[in-house]
């Protein structure tokens, strides 16, 4: 919402049949961008609300825009459009958690917390040291819901741990559902099917490339991607309940095997609970 022309953007992806959601602090939406809004519904909108005061809104946004980012979520829920409220929680703003939820509720909002924070694409680090400590970390997504989302997406199957732990059956590196049915074009016109493995992409802007080339491509080369080291996630029985990956990897450590430390105690915490 930055751009000028953002409603232009977004009335024309809506013209081409998109399935629209925009995610954005929403401090900056003007009228005209409004009115685009209500012209065509998005599919959704999507904020983060990480404080329940100004202060804390301003020592974590480094804005004192607290008040317009919750008037701008009372106009959109006015207008009838689709929002949801996420919040990251943080050792910045775990003081305030009950805060949070209180206010997100009072807006009829469902309260979303996560506690998973990661590497910037750049592969700087500084936000990983938020973090929550791995026990107050799962103390938080028992008691606020992260648990009972993971067996509603599993609608009828009751979450079983133990289902999940067993050593790899192979050496591929990506257990994820990455290529399997979708992509995403960056704003430079590559095409990528995991956000975090940037150096995989195919140029869409290149003459002679298409969407069905691209994808079978990039499918097959991501999909033969093997451990080559002695990582210790490589025979890890634990690989499906930890949030490791290869690409949070690359981000956070600069390589795609290294495991994360932080990753192997919030598995071990998570286990326990
Ligand atoms: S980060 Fe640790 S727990 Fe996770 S897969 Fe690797 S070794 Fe296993």
Known sequence: MMRKEFA???????????????????????????KAFIASLPFNIETTLNAATHSKYKEITK????????????????NKIPVRVKTQI?????????????????????????????????CNTRPCALRLEPKKAVSVNKRYGFFDEEESRRPGQKFDIEKLIGKPENDKLLTCAAGGHAFWISPEGKMLICGNLRMLDYDLSKRGTSVKQGFYKLHKKIHGLRFKTKSKCRQCEYRLICKWCAGRAILETGSLEEPIDYFCRLTEETLEK
């Open 8 to 34: 232009e953007l977004y009335l024309y992806a809506k013209k081409l049949g998109f399935i629209t959601s925009v995610f954005s602090p929403i401090v900056s939406m003007g009228d005209e961008i409004l």
């Open 90 to 122: 943080t050792k910045q703003n775990i003081g305030q958690i009950d805060g949070i939820k209180r206010l997100v509720e009072s807006l009829g909002l469902d309260f979303r917390p996560s506690t998973m924070l990661h590497a910037r694409l750049n």
């Open 63 to 78: 804005t004192g825009l607290f008040k317009k980012h919750i008037q701008n979520i009372k106009v959109l829920l006015k």
